[in-house]
C-alpha cells in the first residue's frame, strides 16, 4: 500500500514537472516575437468566464488582476498536467490533442492572433504528451523538468520585455504630447497624505481585458475614420496632433468602490469627437460610434450626444504632457469625460465607424447594461489623522467628483452626527476631481468618519453599499480615525 502511494505520489510530482517544463517550452516559442502564449490563454479565459466570476476575481485580486489571471494559468496548466498524467496512454493523447487544437484556435481568435502563440502552443502540446509518456524517474528527474521549464519561463519574460523595451522607445520618438507646464495648483498643497491635483502617468490605473497591450508602430499607424459617413478619413498622429486640444478630467473605472485606487485625474490631449464628425460627415441612419481597438474589442457610443456637444467626446493621444503609454492606449484612445472607462471608448485605437443600432458592443455581450453609464459623485478619504495645527483638532481631506457638472460641495460625517461641510480647494475643471479638506475638534479616541459628495446638478453621494456590476458601485467612504 505504502509502495503505491509513494508510486502514485512520484507519479503526480513528475507530471507536474512536465507541465511546467511544456508551459516553459510554449512561453518562450511565443515570446521570439513578443507574444505570449499565457496571455493568450488569460484573454481567452476574461473573454469566456461568467461575469459573478469575472467580478468575484476582480474584487479578491485588485489591481493585481492581471498577474494573478497569469498565475491562475499556470496553475492550471500544471493541474492539467496532473490530470492527463492518470489517463490511459491513449486517452491521454487524444486529449493533449485536443488541448494543444483548443490551444492553437485561441492564439488564431482575433482578440489574440499570433502566429509564435499558435507555434507554442503546438510545441507545448507535444512536449507534454512525449514527457507524460515517458514520465521523469525520480525527483532528480522532476526537478530536471521543472527546472528546465522555469528557465525557458524566465527566458520568456526577458524576451517580452525587450519587446516592451523597444516599444517604449517607439513611443519616446512621438516626442511631446500637448504640455502640462506650470503643474496647477489649488490652494491645499501643504496637506501631507493628499492626492495631487494631478495623478502621475506612472501611478494611474490600468484596467482592461488584456494583460499585455498590443506593439503599434506610430509611424506606420493611421486612424480610420469608416463606416455611415461622407467623408471617410484616414488620418497620422501627426495630423490629430494638429487640431488637439487639452483638458483635464478624471477617468474612473466601474469597479472603483468607495475609497478604491481605480481613479485618476490627468490633463489630457486629444480632438474633439465633434470636430471628426463635422469632417466625415455621418450619413442619416448613423446612430452609434464604434470605437474599434486593433484586436477588434469594441465599445460604441451615441452619434447625436456627441455631435450635439451634450457628450463631450474625445479621441486622446497625449496625458500630462507626454504621449500614452502603451499600457494607457498607445497611440490613441477615446476618452469621454464623465462616463465610467468601460464605456468612454477604446484604448489602442484602430478605427471609428459609423453604424447604426445593430451593433452589439463587447460588454453588451457579457451581460453589462447598453449605457451609456454616467459616473455618480463620489468622495475619497486620503487624510484622517489628529491635526497638526492646534492641540485637540482632526484634519480630514480627500478628493470628490462629480462629473460633467463638477463638484458643489463635500460634506463629512462623524459617528453618524451631522454632516459637516468641507472645504473646497480651487476647481480645475468641472469634470476633474476636485481636493477638500476639514478641520474639527475631536477629543481623544476612535471616530467612524464617512465622507458623500453634491454635484452641482443637484445629484447627492449614494450611500447604499452596492457592487459594481451593474450600474457601478455605491457606498461611502468610511474610514476610523484615532485622536
Known sequence: MRTNRDQRRRGGLGAAAVGVAALGVGEAIAAASGDSLIDTIGRAVTDIAPVPVVEAAVEAAGRNDKAVTR????????????????LPDRVRTAAVAAAGAGGGALALRQATRSGTALA??????????????????????????????IGLLAAARRGQREQERRQQELVRTVGPMGTLGVVPEDGLEDEPGLAPLVTANHRFYVADVNLRP????????????????????RLSLAELADDAVEFDAVMVCVHNRPGDGRVGNARWFGVPLAN???????????????TRAVDGYTISLPVEPLRSGEMAGYLVI??????LAPAHGFPARVFVPGLYGQYAGAKWLAELRLTDDSHVDYWWRRGWPPGPLWIPPQARIDVAAPGRGAAGTATIAGVAWAPPHGVAAVEVRIDEGDW??????VELAAQSWRRWRLTVPLAAGEYTVQARTTSRSGEVQDGVDHPPFPTGPGGFHTVTLRV
Open 318 to 323: 497625449g496625458m500630462n504632457g507626454e504621449p
Open 71 to 86: 498565475a491562475m494559468i499556470g496553475v492550471g496548466v500544471v493541474a492539467s498536467a496532473l490530470g492527463l498524467g492518470a
Open 120 to 149: 507554442g502552443a503546438t510545441a507545448a502540446a507535444a512536449v507534454l504528451d512525449a514527457g507524460l509518456r515517458r514520465r521523469p524517474r525520480g525527483l532528480f528527474g522532476a526537478l530536471v523538468w521543472a527546472g528546465a521549464g
Open 276 to 290: 471628426l464628425l463635422k469632417h466625415a460627415i455621418p450619413e442619416p441612419g448613423a446612430t452609434r460610434l464604434v
Open 214 to 233: 498590443p506593439r503599434i508602430d506610430p509611424n506606420r499607424w493611421r486612424l480610420a475614420v469608416t463606416g455611415m459617413v461622407a467623408h471617410p478619413l
Open 420 to 425: 459637516l461641510p468641507a472645504d473646497l480647494g
